[in-house]
């Protein structure tokens, strides 16, 4: 049991070794770039041969475009902000899927995929500059590795409940509330904290980039109607809701412009 303590306790000093730049909180993340990059790489890869991109479109230029002012706006912040260099082991891309799935996400260490099925949500390059900063900002805050160390944490969590638990009816109590409870207690509010952070980084960065913040509120207005009425409730999610994330967004947008300001950007598109 003392040896199972004393892991837990490594595990979590370790995890707790990194600083958000963004944010200057601790992250929850014992992944290193050098482990976690190369793994994430190759995934990107396998899945790039297993589904159709859209190559030399308009389409899939502007997502390239956007990518890549998107991608310097945060360098400029990092660097601007005490953390040049940061972004060395990032490999940047950027591909358009043909899938009607309306997503969009990012690997660690910048490996982003857009599906076309969220293209007529976007409307345009700005939009996609919206769905882009919040995919970039996942990848700038390590929210992949984080996750990786929580999931870890909840099974070294579980194994230490059932060493230390010798009563047979409170062990059996444990497993069966435990992996419930460390979900939405835990798990589910990691992510959504995890949606939110990247909302308003992102929202920042593409601001600098010269991208209207105002219009992630917008998008997301027309993601809530694309959704329907059918929705699961939030604290059920690993996502805040849709209108928690619109009246987050509209508080944001000024402060994000001001940021830009920053960087001598004050008009926008």
């Given at each position: 049991?003392?040896?199972?303590?004393?892991?837990?306790?490594?595990?979590?000093?370790?995890?707790?070794?990194?600083?958000?730049?963004?944010?200057?909180?601790?992250?929850?993340?014992?992944?290193?770039?050098?482990?976690?990059?190369?793994?994430?790489?190759?995934?990107?890869?396998?899945?790039?041969?297993?589904?159709?991109?859209?190559?030399?479109?308009?389409?899939?230029?502007?997502?390239?475009?956007?990518?890549?002012?998107?991608?310097?706006?945060?360098?400029?912040?990092?660097?601007?902000?005490?953390?040049?260099?940061?972004?060395?082991?990032?490999?940047?891309?950027?591909?358009?899927?043909?899938?009607?799935?309306?997503?969009?996400?990012?690997?660690?260490?910048?490996?982003?995929?857009?599906?076309?099925?969220?293209?007529?949500?976007?409307?345009?390059?700005?939009?996609?500059?919206?769905v882009m900063g919040h995919e970039v900002a996942h990848a700038l805050a390590d929210h992949g590795a984080q996750r990786m160390t929580a999931s870890y944490g909840q099974?070294?969590?579980?194994?230490?409940?059932?060493?230390?638990?010798?009563?047979?009816?409170?062990?059996?109590?444990?497993?069966?509330?435990?992996?419930?409870?460390?979900?939405?207690?835990?798990?589910?509010?990691?992510?959504?904290?995890?949606?939110?952070?990247?909302?308003?980084?992102?929202?920042?960065?593409?601001?600098?980039?010269?991208?209207?913040?105002?219009?992630?509120?917008?998008?997301?207005?027309?993601?809530?109607?694309?959704?329907?009425?059918?929705?699961?409730?939030?604290?059920?999610?690993?996502?805040?809701?849709?209108?928690?994330?619109?009246?987050?967004?509209?508080?944001?947008?000024?402060?994000?412009?001001?940021?830009?300001?920053?960087?001598?950007?004050?008009?926008?598109?």
């Open positions: 049991m003392k040896k199972i303590i004393l892991i837990l306790a490594i595990f979590i000093g370790v995890s707790a070794c990194k600083t958000n730049p963004f944010t200057g909180k601790k992250m929850l993340n014992a992944f290193p770039n050098s482990q976690i990059f190369p793994t994430a790489f190759a995934q990107y890869d396998q899945f790039l041969t297993e589904n159709k991109t859209v190559e030399n479109t308009a389409d899939s230029r502007m997502i390239t475009t956007v990518g890549q002012k998107i991608a310097s706006a945060a360098e400029r912040w990092l660097t601007a902000n005490g953390y040049p260099g940061y972004l060395n082991d990032y490999k940047w891309e950027y591909n358009l899927v043909q899938d009607e799935t309306v997503n969009a996400w990012c690997m660690p260490g910048g490996k982003i995929v857009f599906y076309t099925g969220i293209l007529p949500i976007c409307q345009g390059e700005t939009g996609v500059a919206v099974q070294i969590g579980a194994v230490v409940g059932n060493v230390a638990l010798k009563d047979e009816k409170a062990l059996g109590l444990f497993n069966q509330y435990y992996g419930v409870g460390s979900n939405v207690l835990g798990m589910l509010p990691f992510s959504r904290s995890h949606e939110t952070e990247a909302d308003k980084i992102g929202l920042q960065i593409m601001a600098i980039a010269g991208y209207n913040p105002d219009e992630a509120a917008e998008l997301w207005k027309r993601m809530k109607a694309n959704s329907g009425a059918s929705s699961t409730p939030e604290f059920m999610s690993t996502h805040p809701s849709n209108d928690t994330r619109i009246n987050n967004l509209t508080v944001w947008a000024p402060e994000a412009k001001a940021e830009a300001a920053k960087f001598g950007v004050t008009s926008f598109k």
